[in-house]
């Protein structure tokens, strides 16, 4: 295989065309309608389902219907559409059935605008609709990730019947690097065995979020509650640079993490003893291997593209061990390198060292 | 070595594409190469950019604020950016579009009649390749034989007739950018 260069949203596309992607139905929004202009064309050639629906609350209703048939379904969005799509995702969640939605999230709140930003995070984590659950949320910070994340996404929606959300922001959209995209999978064979497929000559199958006994309701709540539980177990992920003997230990996800990457290697340059965690996973969010670091380290510094949503995530791990900063950018303005490196230099003269 | 390179100029002017070239050539070289457009809200008659970056190491980010190449094909984009390039970095100027000066001593200038050298091949489009190949003659971060295998590998089939045209526009920029040199 050799490299291409590919821009964010049309990687996400043909990697989810590859991981088997059979139906997609979206409404373009800005700035990931290249992912849907992409799809529109390679899906029909393909002679798979794309659909683009009258609105975004439609969109996710169809990837909802699709998704009870067991086929690999998918949407994708920004922001204000997601904000549209979280009745339909609460359903999805309630009736435990496996898809992939995208995030390519902009500035808010409100119509806000189309720049790149992180200010989603409390929405993907905690409220990706009413009721109680999570969804899995990953975070790529590159084109490549975007694409390993994809296939990833569908088999963590397969193996838990759970949604997964991806969350890039405008700049990972829109970027172009040189990226792999794997091999074509074909497409599944067999659908699941809860699917509805039509009870001809089988008992029939229910798929509901209706539960109206309290007992019945609560019963599946702590089925619910149990999954989220192994996956809070399995599949917290997290990428370092230069943690070992880290006295700061910053952390940032998606585009504010590698741009902090670049201020993690000018610091050290320069002789401070600073090191990068970058979440992949936002929920379930990496706090075993922040909670370790925190042992080593005596600070910590949280980056984000929004006013301070991840840092409550890092407060949690951490527990009052070590002093936690933030730095942060709102309204689609992306922290330059030299900004965080500044942030970094001011947490640092504040740590007492033991020389 | 990262460099970092900015292209600006009026939607229309080839600064995307001229970004990109850079961008597939640094790839086939075997480099780390991002690309990143201006998206925002952007008005006729504006300004569009994009910036890129080529590394022998991993990229963090992929926008600088202090490029050391800024490529600038009109009067606002020289507004904009030229107080933006990094110390002892290049301005590369469009001279038949950008009527102004620059002040600054610590940056070196390349001034191209890149519109008219462009017009002198017998097409106006050519400006952003003629930019292009004066802006690596002077700042080498990847041969001129990258570019046209760039060129060869990537430019879409409905252009292929427009292989020759844009090596010399290519050696066209590079030549008024070695007279420069030596006049200097």
């Known amino acids: 295989m050799t490299k291409e260069l590919l821009k964010g949203n049309v990687a996400i596309a043909e990697a989810a065309v590859r991981a088997g992607l059979e139906a997609y139905f979206g409404y373009p929004i800005t700035p990931q309608t290249e992912l849907l202009e992409y799809l529109s064309q390679r899906m029909t050639e393909l002679d798979r389902v794309f659909l683009q629906a009258e609105s975004e609350v439609a969109a996710i209703n169809m990837v909802y219907g699709a998704a009870c048939t067991g086929a690999r379904v998918m949407t994708s969005s920004s922001s204000p559409g997601v904000s549209l799509m979280q009745e339909g995702m609460s359903y999805i969640a309630g009736s435990e059935l496996p898809c992939v939605i995208v995030d390519v999230m902009r500035g808010g709140p409100g119509l806000g605008n189309i720049l790149p930003s992180q200010a989603d995070y409390f929405q993907v984590t905690r409220s990706a609709g009413h009721g109680d659950f999570h969804p899995i949320v990953l975070a790529p910070a590159s084109v490549q990730e975007a694409i390993n994340f994809v296939g990833l996404a569908f088999d963590l929606a397969d193996k838990y019947r759970h949604m997964v959300l991806l969350v890039a922001d405008g700049q990972i959209g829109q970027m172009m690097e040189p990226a792999e995209l794997p091999p074509m999978r074909p497409l599944q064979k067999n659908v699941p065995d809860w699917a509805l497929t039509g009870a001809k000559a089988r008992e029939k199958r229910v798929i509901t ?78 706090e075993r291997r922040i909670s370790e670091l925190a042992d080593q380290a005596s600070g910590c510094l949280v980056v984000e593209m929004n006013a301070g949503q991840m840092v409550e995530d890092v407060r949690l791990a951490i527990g009052g061990q070590i002093p936690v900063t933030f730095y942060g950018r709102t309204g689609g303005i992306v922290p330059m390198p030299d900004e965080i490196l500044a942030a970094i230099e001011e947490s640092y003269s504040r740590l007492q060292i033991a020389v | 070595m990262q460099k970092e390179f900015l292209f600006s100029g009026f939607g229309g002017q080839g600064v995307m594409f001229a970004g990109q070239l850079l961008a597939y050539a640094a790839m086939d070289e075997g480099l780390e190469v991002t690309w990143i457009p201006s998206y925002g809200p952007e008005m006729r008659g504006g300004t569009a950019h994009c910036f890129v970056v080529i590394s022998d190491k991993p990229i963090g980010s992929p926008v600088t604020r202090h490029p050391q190449v800024a490529v600038v094909f009109n009067n606002p984009s020289f507004t904009k950016y030229e107080g933006e390039v990094a110390p002892g970095g290049l301005l590369a100027v469009n001279s038949s579009l950008i009527n102004q000066e620059s002040r600054r001593t610590d940056i070196s200038v390349l001034p191209v009649p890149a519109t008219q050298l462009a017009d002198s091949l017998g097409d106006l489009r050519m400006a952003n390749v003629v930019m292009l190949g004066a802006v690596l003659e002077v700042f080498p ?31 066209k920029g590079a030549e008024f950018a070695r007279s420069m040199v030596k006049s200097a």
Request: hydrophobic share 40%; charged share 30%; net charge positive.
């Open chain 1, 209 to 286: 979020s209706l539960y109206l006994k309290g007992e019945e309701e609560e019963a599946f709540n702590l089925k619910i509650q149990k999954k989220l539980k192994q996956i809070k177990k399995n599949e917290q992920r997290s990428v370092e640079y230069a943690t070992q003997d880290a006295e700061l230990l910053v952390i940032g996800f998606g585009t504010a993490g590698r741009i902090a990457y670049s201020a993690v290697e000018a610091a050290r340059e320069k002789g401070l003893r600073v090191g990068l965690l970058r979440p992949q996973t936002l929920w379930p969010f990496p």
């Open chain 2, 141 to 171: 971060a990847l041969p001129p034989a990258a570019i046209h295998r760039a060129l060869e590998a990537h430019l879409p089939e409905r252009r292929r007739h427009l292989l020759e045209a844009n090596y010399k526009a290519l050696e």
